[in-house]
Protein backbone atom coordinates (compact mmCIF):
# COMPACT_ATOMS: atom_id res chain seq x y z
CA UNK A 1 0.00 0.00 0.00
CA UNK A 2 1.42 2.95 -0.72
CA UNK A 3 0.97 6.32 1.08
CA UNK A 4 1.32 9.93 -0.48
CA UNK A 5 3.85 11.77 -0.17
CA UNK A 6 3.03 14.69 1.96
CA UNK A 7 4.59 17.94 0.91
CA UNK A 8 7.68 19.71 2.67
CA UNK A 9 7.07 22.33 4.82
CA UNK A 10 9.52 25.84 3.44
CA UNK A 11 12.10 26.15 6.53
CA UNK A 12 12.47 29.64 6.86
CA UNK A 13 15.87 31.04 5.99
CA UNK A 14 18.33 32.44 9.08
CA UNK A 15 21.02 35.02 9.25
CA UNK A 16 24.41 34.40 10.24
CA UNK A 17 23.64 34.60 13.53
CA UNK A 18 20.62 31.82 13.45
CA UNK A 19 17.89 34.20 13.86
CA UNK A 20 15.14 33.75 11.57
CA UNK A 21 15.46 36.61 8.99
CA UNK A 22 12.55 38.63 8.30
CA UNK A 23 10.99 38.06 5.30
CA UNK A 24 8.57 40.42 3.19
CA UNK A 25 5.75 38.85 4.41
CA UNK A 26 6.58 39.27 7.96
CA UNK A 27 4.25 41.33 10.32
CA UNK A 28 4.92 44.64 11.01
CA UNK A 29 4.92 44.07 14.74
CA UNK A 30 7.24 41.73 14.46
CA UNK A 31 9.83 44.04 12.80
CA UNK A 32 8.90 46.73 15.33
CA UNK A 33 9.91 44.47 17.94
CA UNK A 34 13.76 43.94 16.88
CA UNK A 35 13.83 47.49 16.17
CA UNK A 36 12.99 48.20 19.69
CA UNK A 37 15.10 45.38 20.75
CA UNK A 38 18.48 46.66 18.86
CA UNK A 39 17.54 50.14 20.45
CA UNK A 40 18.06 48.38 23.64
CA UNK A 41 21.08 46.74 23.47
CA UNK A 42 22.73 50.09 22.60
CA UNK A 43 22.99 51.20 26.12
CA UNK A 44 24.26 47.32 27.62
CA UNK A 45 27.10 47.82 24.87
CA UNK A 46 28.03 51.22 25.86
CA UNK A 47 27.79 49.97 29.82
CA UNK A 48 29.87 46.67 29.15
CA UNK A 49 32.81 49.07 27.02
CA UNK A 50 32.95 51.41 30.01
CA UNK A 51 33.08 49.16 32.54
CA UNK A 52 35.88 47.21 30.56
CA UNK A 53 37.51 50.44 29.92
CA UNK A 54 37.42 51.31 33.90
CA UNK A 55 38.51 47.29 34.32
CA UNK A 56 42.15 48.27 33.13
CA UNK A 57 45.25 49.40 35.92
CA UNK A 58 45.79 52.24 34.29
CA UNK A 59 42.20 53.72 33.45
CA UNK A 60 42.30 56.74 36.30
CA UNK A 61 45.52 58.04 34.95
CA UNK A 62 44.30 58.02 31.12
CA UNK A 63 41.07 59.51 32.26
CA UNK A 64 42.62 62.35 34.19
CA UNK A 65 45.01 63.28 30.81
CA UNK A 66 42.55 63.03 28.63
CA UNK A 67 40.43 65.13 30.61
CA UNK A 68 42.87 67.93 30.89
CA UNK A 69 43.66 67.58 27.35
CA UNK A 70 39.85 68.13 26.10
CA UNK A 71 39.28 70.76 28.85
CA UNK A 72 42.52 72.59 27.99
CA UNK A 73 41.44 72.64 24.06
CA UNK A 74 38.07 73.49 25.04
CA UNK A 75 39.03 76.87 26.95
CA UNK A 76 41.53 77.89 24.38
CA UNK A 77 39.01 77.54 21.79
CA UNK A 78 36.51 79.49 23.59
CA UNK A 79 38.66 82.01 24.74
CA UNK A 80 39.79 82.56 21.14
CA UNK A 81 36.19 83.08 19.88
CA UNK A 82 34.95 85.75 22.54
CA UNK A 83 38.13 87.47 22.81
CA UNK A 84 38.58 87.97 19.31
CA UNK A 85 36.27 91.36 19.43
CA UNK A 86 38.86 92.90 21.95
CA UNK A 87 38.66 96.75 21.65
CA UNK A 88 42.21 97.17 22.41
CA UNK A 89 45.51 95.22 20.67
CA UNK A 90 45.38 92.38 18.55
CA UNK A 91 42.36 90.41 18.12
CA UNK A 92 44.59 87.39 19.39
CA UNK A 93 46.52 89.26 22.09
CA UNK A 94 44.49 87.53 24.82
CA UNK A 95 44.79 84.08 23.20
CA UNK A 96 48.14 83.87 22.54
CA UNK A 97 48.84 84.62 26.60
CA UNK A 98 46.39 82.09 27.01
CA UNK A 99 48.28 79.50 25.01
CA UNK A 100 51.49 80.60 26.37
CA UNK A 101 50.08 79.50 29.52
CA UNK A 102 48.27 76.76 28.43
CA UNK A 103 51.66 74.98 27.40
CA UNK A 104 53.55 76.00 30.41
CA UNK A 105 50.82 74.16 32.47
CA UNK A 106 51.20 71.67 30.25
CA UNK A 107 54.78 71.07 30.84
CA UNK A 108 54.09 71.51 34.79
CA UNK A 109 51.50 69.05 34.19
CA UNK A 110 54.17 66.55 33.05
CA UNK A 111 56.75 67.48 35.95
CA UNK A 112 53.97 67.04 39.04
CA UNK A 113 53.31 63.63 36.92
CA UNK A 114 56.80 62.63 37.13
CA UNK A 115 57.01 63.76 40.90
CA UNK A 116 57.70 60.71 43.65
CA UNK A 117 55.60 61.16 46.56
CA UNK A 118 57.88 61.25 49.19
CA UNK A 119 59.89 64.68 47.39
CA UNK A 120 56.60 66.07 46.54
CA UNK A 121 55.63 65.49 50.95
CA UNK A 122 59.26 67.43 51.47
CA UNK A 123 58.41 70.30 48.85
CA UNK A 124 55.19 70.54 50.66
CA UNK A 125 56.39 73.10 53.53
CA UNK A 126 58.44 75.05 51.34
CA UNK A 127 55.82 75.62 48.73
CA UNK A 128 53.27 76.92 51.55
CA UNK A 129 55.85 79.57 52.95
CA UNK A 130 56.96 81.28 49.32
CA UNK A 131 53.49 81.47 48.32
CA UNK A 132 52.77 83.03 51.52
CA UNK A 133 55.08 85.06 51.06
CA UNK A 134 54.22 86.06 47.61
CA UNK A 135 50.73 87.33 48.50
CA UNK A 136 52.60 89.51 51.17
CA UNK A 137 54.70 91.11 48.65
CA UNK A 138 52.14 91.53 45.98
CA UNK A 139 50.51 93.76 48.24
CA UNK A 140 53.45 96.38 48.65
CA UNK A 141 53.30 99.57 46.15
CA UNK A 142 55.60 99.04 43.34
CA UNK A 143 56.04 95.21 43.42
CA UNK A 144 52.26 94.11 42.93
CA UNK A 145 50.61 95.63 40.11
CA UNK A 146 47.15 98.03 40.83
CA UNK A 147 44.38 97.38 38.39
CA UNK A 148 40.83 98.05 38.83
CA UNK A 149 41.24 98.73 42.22
CA UNK A 150 42.71 95.49 42.98
CA UNK A 151 46.11 94.98 43.68
CA UNK A 152 46.63 90.64 42.88
CA UNK A 153 49.66 90.35 39.86
CA UNK A 154 53.21 90.51 39.49
CA UNK A 155 54.60 91.53 35.88
CA UNK A 156 57.23 88.89 34.89
CA UNK A 157 58.53 89.60 31.50
CA UNK A 158 54.66 90.53 30.50
CA UNK A 159 53.25 88.41 31.68
CA UNK A 160 50.81 88.65 34.74
CA UNK A 161 51.04 86.02 37.38
CA UNK A 162 48.76 86.06 40.14
CA UNK A 163 49.80 84.81 43.73
CA UNK A 164 46.39 84.08 45.37
CA UNK A 165 46.17 81.20 42.49
CA UNK A 166 49.53 79.47 43.33
CA UNK A 167 48.84 79.44 47.38
CA UNK A 168 45.92 76.73 45.87
CA UNK A 169 48.42 74.75 44.72
CA UNK A 170 50.21 74.75 47.86
CA UNK A 171 47.23 74.69 50.49
CA UNK A 172 45.95 71.44 49.16
CA UNK A 173 49.30 69.75 49.18
CA UNK A 174 50.48 71.07 52.28
CA UNK A 175 47.34 70.32 54.04
CA UNK A 176 47.15 66.68 53.08
CA UNK A 177 50.77 66.27 54.14
CA UNK A 178 50.39 67.87 57.14
CA UNK A 179 46.91 66.01 58.39
CA UNK A 180 48.22 62.61 56.64
CA UNK A 181 51.55 63.50 59.09
CA UNK A 182 49.39 62.25 61.96
CA UNK A 183 47.16 59.22 63.23
CA UNK A 184 43.73 60.16 61.38
CA UNK A 185 41.97 57.97 63.93
CA UNK A 186 43.50 58.94 67.21
CA UNK A 187 44.46 62.68 66.50
CA UNK A 188 42.88 65.20 68.69
CA UNK A 189 41.38 67.70 68.01
CA UNK A 190 44.01 70.53 68.03
CA UNK A 191 46.41 68.01 65.61
CA UNK A 192 43.76 68.52 63.13
CA UNK A 193 43.00 72.63 63.66
CA UNK A 194 46.64 73.76 64.21
CA UNK A 195 48.22 74.72 62.40
CA UNK A 196 46.11 74.35 59.55
CA UNK A 197 43.81 76.64 60.35
CA UNK A 198 46.15 79.72 61.54
CA UNK A 199 47.93 79.39 58.32
CA UNK A 200 44.72 79.58 56.48
CA UNK A 201 43.49 82.65 58.47
CA UNK A 202 46.80 84.50 57.59
CA UNK A 203 46.15 83.33 53.69
CA UNK A 204 42.53 84.96 53.63
CA UNK A 205 43.96 87.78 55.84
CA UNK A 206 46.77 88.59 52.83
CA UNK A 207 43.92 87.66 50.03
CA UNK A 208 41.08 89.93 51.46
CA UNK A 209 43.56 92.76 51.79
CA UNK A 210 43.93 92.89 47.94
CA UNK A 211 41.19 92.32 47.80
CA UNK A 212 39.89 88.92 46.48
CA UNK A 213 36.61 87.84 47.96
CA UNK A 214 36.14 85.01 45.48
CA UNK A 215 39.92 83.53 45.88
CA UNK A 216 39.11 84.10 49.91
CA UNK A 217 35.94 81.70 49.50
CA UNK A 218 37.64 78.57 47.31
CA UNK A 219 40.62 79.11 50.62
CA UNK A 220 37.64 78.29 52.73
CA UNK A 221 36.70 75.48 50.43
CA UNK A 222 40.13 74.13 50.39
CA UNK A 223 40.74 74.26 54.47
CA UNK A 224 36.91 72.56 54.25
CA UNK A 225 37.60 69.65 52.43
CA UNK A 226 40.72 68.55 54.25
CA UNK A 227 38.94 69.18 57.44
CA UNK A 228 35.86 66.74 56.47
CA UNK A 229 37.91 64.31 54.82
CA UNK A 230 40.72 64.18 57.94
CA UNK A 231 37.60 62.80 60.07
CA UNK A 232 36.75 66.48 61.59
CA UNK A 233 33.68 65.67 64.17
CA UNK A 234 30.73 66.48 62.34
CA UNK A 235 29.65 68.63 65.06
CA UNK A 236 32.79 70.98 65.22
CA UNK A 237 32.52 70.79 61.08
CA UNK A 238 29.27 72.36 60.72
CA UNK A 239 30.65 75.13 63.23
CA UNK A 240 32.90 75.98 61.01
CA UNK A 241 30.71 76.38 58.01
CA UNK A 242 28.25 78.55 59.71
CA UNK A 243 30.99 80.54 60.73
CA UNK A 244 32.67 80.55 57.32
CA UNK A 245 29.08 81.25 55.97
CA UNK A 246 28.52 84.48 58.14
CA UNK A 247 32.33 86.19 57.87
CA UNK A 248 31.21 85.63 54.01
CA UNK A 249 28.03 87.53 54.12
CA UNK A 250 29.28 89.97 56.49
CA UNK A 251 32.42 90.73 53.87
CA UNK A 252 30.32 90.77 50.97
CA UNK A 253 27.60 93.50 52.45
CA UNK A 254 30.38 96.01 53.88
CA UNK A 255 31.36 96.79 50.17
CA UNK A 256 29.67 98.40 48.01
CA UNK A 257 29.59 96.31 44.94
CA UNK A 258 29.54 92.88 46.21
CA UNK A 259 25.96 94.48 48.43
CA UNK A 260 24.60 95.74 44.99
CA UNK A 261 24.97 92.17 43.44
CA UNK A 262 23.35 90.04 46.33
CA UNK A 263 20.72 92.50 46.33
CA UNK A 264 20.06 92.37 42.93
CA UNK A 265 20.49 88.48 42.92
CA UNK A 266 17.33 88.77 46.14
CA UNK A 267 14.97 90.61 43.98
CA UNK A 268 16.04 94.27 45.92
CA UNK A 269 17.48 95.87 43.20
CA UNK A 270 15.57 95.75 40.05
CA UNK A 271 18.17 98.00 37.76
CA UNK A 272 18.76 96.20 34.26
CA UNK A 273 21.88 98.90 33.89
CA UNK A 274 23.35 98.81 37.04
CA UNK A 275 24.32 95.51 39.24
CA UNK A 276 22.37 93.18 37.61
CA UNK A 277 23.77 94.10 33.84
CA UNK A 278 26.12 91.11 33.58
CA UNK A 279 23.67 88.37 34.83
CA UNK A 280 20.33 89.64 32.80
CA UNK A 281 22.76 89.87 29.45
CA UNK A 282 24.40 85.96 30.54
CA UNK A 283 20.87 84.75 30.52
CA UNK A 284 19.73 86.75 27.15
CA UNK A 285 23.49 84.84 25.84
CA UNK A 286 21.93 81.24 26.74
CA UNK A 287 18.44 81.51 25.50
CA UNK A 288 20.09 82.98 21.90
CA UNK A 289 22.22 79.91 21.84
CA UNK A 290 18.63 77.25 22.24
CA UNK A 291 19.22 74.00 21.32
CA UNK A 292 21.96 73.86 19.03
CA UNK A 293 23.97 76.70 19.27
CA UNK A 294 24.27 79.81 16.84
CA UNK A 295 27.49 78.24 15.61
CA UNK A 296 31.49 78.82 16.82
CA UNK A 297 32.50 82.54 16.80
CA UNK A 298 29.25 83.78 16.07
CA UNK A 299 28.43 84.73 19.56
CA UNK A 300 26.44 88.45 19.69
CA UNK A 301 26.69 88.84 23.51
CA UNK A 302 30.65 88.75 22.96
CA UNK A 303 30.42 92.12 20.57
CA UNK A 304 30.59 93.85 24.58
CA UNK A 305 27.24 93.26 25.50
CA UNK A 306 28.34 90.96 28.25
CA UNK A 307 31.34 92.53 30.21
CA UNK A 308 34.24 89.61 31.02
CA UNK A 309 32.74 87.29 28.65
CA UNK A 310 36.37 85.75 28.29
CA UNK A 311 36.59 85.60 31.75
CA UNK A 312 33.82 84.99 34.87
CA UNK A 313 31.28 84.72 31.80
CA UNK A 314 32.33 82.16 29.61
CA UNK A 315 29.83 79.61 30.29
CA UNK A 316 27.49 81.93 28.53
CA UNK A 317 29.41 81.89 25.33
CA UNK A 318 29.29 78.35 25.42
CA UNK A 319 25.90 77.91 25.66
CA UNK A 320 25.26 81.11 22.88
CA UNK A 321 27.59 79.41 20.38
CA UNK A 322 27.21 75.34 20.96
CA UNK A 323 23.63 75.60 22.56
CA UNK A 324 22.24 73.39 25.26
CA UNK A 325 23.98 70.58 23.85
CA UNK A 326 27.65 71.78 24.08
CA UNK A 327 26.67 73.23 27.45
CA UNK A 328 25.57 69.57 28.94
CA UNK A 329 28.44 67.99 27.04
CA UNK A 330 30.55 70.55 29.16
CA UNK A 331 28.66 69.82 32.66
CA UNK A 332 29.31 66.48 32.17
CA UNK A 333 32.97 66.70 31.56
CA UNK A 334 32.92 68.15 35.11
CA UNK A 335 30.82 65.72 36.60
CA UNK A 336 32.90 62.80 35.17
CA UNK A 337 36.13 64.71 36.31
CA UNK A 338 34.20 65.01 39.70
CA UNK A 339 33.55 60.97 39.80
CA UNK A 340 37.33 59.92 38.29
CA UNK A 341 38.34 61.62 41.38
CA UNK A 342 36.78 60.59 44.15
CA UNK A 343 37.54 57.32 42.33
CA UNK A 344 41.23 57.84 42.46
CA UNK A 345 40.86 58.89 46.35
CA UNK A 346 38.91 55.80 47.29
CA UNK A 347 41.43 53.74 45.51
CA UNK A 348 44.26 54.94 46.99
CA UNK A 349 46.16 53.61 50.25
CA UNK A 350 48.59 56.38 50.70
CA UNK A 351 46.93 58.68 53.52
CA UNK A 352 48.45 61.31 52.04
CA UNK A 353 47.26 60.77 48.09
CA UNK A 354 43.67 60.15 49.48
CA UNK A 355 43.54 63.37 50.98
CA UNK A 356 45.24 65.73 48.14
CA UNK A 357 42.73 64.44 45.77
CA UNK A 358 40.07 64.21 47.13
CA UNK A 359 40.67 68.00 48.36
CA UNK A 360 41.69 68.48 44.42
CA UNK A 361 38.38 67.26 43.16
CA UNK A 362 36.64 68.97 45.83
CA UNK A 363 37.87 72.23 44.66
CA UNK A 364 37.79 71.68 40.87
CA UNK A 365 34.51 70.61 40.89
CA UNK A 366 33.20 73.74 43.78
CA UNK A 367 34.31 76.44 41.37
CA UNK A 368 33.26 75.03 38.17
CA UNK A 369 29.64 74.88 39.41
CA UNK A 370 29.91 77.76 41.42
CA UNK A 371 30.57 79.72 38.03
CA UNK A 372 27.63 77.90 36.34
CA UNK A 373 25.08 78.54 39.10
CA UNK A 374 25.88 82.46 38.88
CA UNK A 375 25.87 82.59 34.91
CA UNK A 376 22.77 80.80 34.75
CA UNK A 377 20.97 82.61 37.67
CA UNK A 378 21.13 80.54 40.51
CA UNK A 379 23.82 81.89 42.48
CA UNK A 380 25.26 85.58 43.27
CA UNK A 381 28.14 86.67 41.33
CA UNK A 382 31.08 85.84 43.01
CA UNK A 383 33.74 86.25 40.07
CA UNK A 384 35.01 82.50 40.69
CA UNK A 385 36.55 81.20 37.16
CA UNK A 386 35.01 78.08 35.35
CA UNK A 387 38.49 76.11 35.65
CA UNK A 388 40.83 75.43 32.17
CA UNK A 389 37.67 77.41 30.18
CA UNK A 390 37.83 80.62 31.67
CA UNK A 391 40.94 83.33 30.31
CA UNK A 392 43.60 83.55 33.20
CA UNK A 393 47.05 82.22 32.84
CA UNK A 394 47.69 81.53 36.44
CA UNK A 395 44.16 79.66 36.79
CA UNK A 396 45.39 77.72 34.00
CA UNK A 397 49.01 77.08 34.88
CA UNK A 398 47.30 75.94 38.47
CA UNK A 399 44.32 73.68 37.26
CA UNK A 400 47.09 71.76 35.33
CA UNK A 401 49.22 71.34 38.27
CA UNK A 402 46.88 70.22 40.03
CA UNK A 403 45.23 67.66 37.27
CA UNK A 404 48.76 66.33 37.15
CA UNK A 405 48.78 65.65 40.86
CA UNK A 406 45.89 63.72 40.32
CA UNK A 407 46.71 61.86 37.57
CA UNK A 408 50.23 61.17 39.76
CA UNK A 409 47.68 59.85 42.50
CA UNK A 410 45.89 57.69 40.11
CA UNK A 411 49.62 55.83 38.95
CA UNK A 412 49.86 55.33 42.51
CA UNK A 413 46.85 53.04 43.02
CA UNK A 414 47.62 48.96 44.07
CA UNK A 415 46.65 47.93 40.40
CA UNK A 416 48.32 50.33 38.51
CA UNK A 417 51.88 50.10 40.45
CA UNK A 418 51.79 46.07 39.54
CA UNK A 419 50.97 46.83 36.23
CA UNK A 420 53.75 49.38 36.12
CA UNK A 421 56.52 47.88 37.52
CA UNK A 422 57.87 45.98 34.47
CA UNK A 423 57.43 47.95 31.75
CA UNK A 424 60.25 49.02 29.60
CA UNK A 425 59.71 52.03 26.88
CA UNK A 426 60.44 50.74 23.09
CA UNK A 427 62.19 53.55 21.31
CA UNK A 428 63.58 56.61 21.57
CA UNK A 429 60.10 58.54 21.60
CA UNK A 430 58.71 56.46 24.30
CA UNK A 431 62.03 56.72 26.51
CA UNK A 432 61.36 60.50 26.07
CA UNK A 433 57.79 60.48 27.30
CA UNK A 434 58.49 57.10 30.01
CA UNK A 435 57.94 58.10 32.84
CA UNK A 436 59.34 56.43 36.33
CA UNK A 437 57.53 53.00 38.00
CA UNK A 438 55.62 54.35 40.93
CA UNK A 439 56.54 52.86 44.21
CA UNK A 440 54.14 50.91 45.80
CA UNK A 441 52.78 52.64 49.24
CA UNK A 442 54.14 51.30 52.87
CA UNK A 443 52.36 51.75 55.65
CA UNK A 444 54.86 53.22 58.95
CA UNK A 445 55.09 50.69 62.20
CA UNK A 446 53.02 53.25 63.75
CA UNK A 447 50.07 52.73 61.37
CA UNK A 448 49.83 49.04 61.63
CA UNK A 449 49.09 49.26 65.23
CA UNK A 450 52.71 49.24 67.18
CA UNK A 451 50.99 49.96 70.12
CA UNK A 452 53.19 53.35 70.74
CA UNK A 453 51.03 56.26 71.64
CA UNK A 454 50.85 59.56 71.00
CA UNK A 455 53.08 62.29 72.08
CA UNK A 456 49.63 64.54 72.82
CA UNK A 457 47.77 61.94 74.53
CA UNK A 458 48.73 60.13 77.64
CA UNK A 459 48.56 56.20 77.35
CA UNK A 460 45.86 55.65 79.82
CA UNK A 461 43.87 56.50 76.93
CA UNK A 462 45.30 53.74 74.58
CA UNK A 463 43.49 50.44 75.30
CA UNK A 464 44.39 47.26 75.15
CA UNK A 465 48.12 48.71 74.41
CA UNK A 466 50.73 47.26 77.02
CA UNK A 467 53.62 49.35 76.36
CA UNK A 468 55.19 52.01 77.42
CA UNK A 469 57.44 54.75 76.04
CA UNK A 470 61.14 53.91 75.89
CA UNK A 471 62.53 56.10 78.75
CA UNK A 472 65.07 58.49 78.08
CA UNK A 473 67.65 56.56 78.55
CA UNK A 474 67.24 54.05 76.01
CA UNK A 475 65.96 51.56 78.50
CA UNK A 476 62.41 49.85 78.19
CA UNK A 477 60.55 49.53 81.40
CA UNK A 478 58.61 46.89 83.07
CA UNK A 479 55.35 46.47 80.71
CA UNK A 480 52.32 47.44 82.92
CA UNK A 481 48.64 46.66 81.77
CA UNK A 482 47.24 50.33 81.27
CA UNK A 483 43.59 49.13 82.11
CA UNK A 484 44.42 47.85 85.63
CA UNK A 485 47.76 48.79 86.42
CA UNK A 486 49.08 45.86 88.12
CA UNK A 487 52.39 43.89 87.15
CA UNK A 488 52.15 40.89 84.61
CA UNK A 489 53.28 37.71 86.77
CA UNK A 490 55.66 35.63 86.21
CA UNK A 491 53.66 32.83 83.92
CA UNK A 492 52.04 35.75 81.94
CA UNK A 493 55.59 37.02 81.19
CA UNK A 494 56.89 33.51 79.92
CA UNK A 495 54.10 33.42 77.80
CA UNK A 496 54.76 36.87 76.09
CA UNK A 497 58.39 35.89 75.71
CA UNK A 498 59.38 33.87 73.07
CA UNK A 499 61.11 30.03 73.62
CA UNK A 500 64.90 30.04 72.06
CA UNK A 501 65.19 26.68 70.11
CA UNK A 502 67.38 23.96 72.06
CA UNK A 503 70.48 23.09 71.37
CA UNK A 504 71.74 19.29 71.31
CA UNK A 505 75.37 18.29 72.17
CA UNK A 506 76.54 16.39 69.94
CA UNK A 507 76.85 12.84 71.39
CA UNK A 508 74.77 13.55 74.68
CA UNK A 509 71.51 14.64 76.06
CA UNK A 510 70.26 18.29 75.37
CA UNK A 511 71.33 20.91 77.90
CA UNK A 512 68.45 21.36 80.80
CA UNK A 513 66.67 24.59 81.11
CA UNK A 514 68.29 26.89 82.83
CA UNK A 515 72.41 25.26 82.62
CA UNK A 516 74.08 24.70 85.93
CA UNK A 517 73.61 26.31 89.33
Known amino acids: MTTAARPAKDTPAKD ?3 S ?8 AAERGNREHESLLAWPKVIGEAFGNLLARPTASFHLVLGMALVLTVLGLVMVLSASSVAKDGSAYGLFTTQLIFAVLGLLVFYITVRLPVRLLRRAAGPMIVVTTILLALVLVPGIGTLSQGARRWFIVYGLSIQPSELVKVALCVWGAHLLASRNR ?15 AALISLLILLEPNLST ?14 AGLPL ?3 GSFVVSGAVIAVVLALIEGYRSERVFSFLGAIDDPQGA ?15 IFGVGLGQSKAKWHYLPNAHNDFIFAIVGEELGLVGALILIGLFLGLMLIGMRIALRSQDP ?18 INIGYVVGLLPVTGIQLPLVSA ?8 LAMLGLLANAARHEPESVAALKHVKPVGWRAKLLHLPAPVAYRAPRDAKGSGRPRRSEPVSRRRGSTRRPIASGGRATRPRTVETGAIPTIEQSRRRTPRAPERRVRGGEPPRRGGRR
Open 20 to 27: PAPTAGAP
Open 276 to 290: GFQARQALYALANGG
Open 352 to 369: FLKLMSSTITVLITAQAF
Open 235 to 237: RVF
Open 16 to 18: ESG
Open 185 to 199: EGATLTELLVPLIPV
Open 392 to 399: GGTSTLTM
Open 216 to 229: MITIAIIVAALLWF
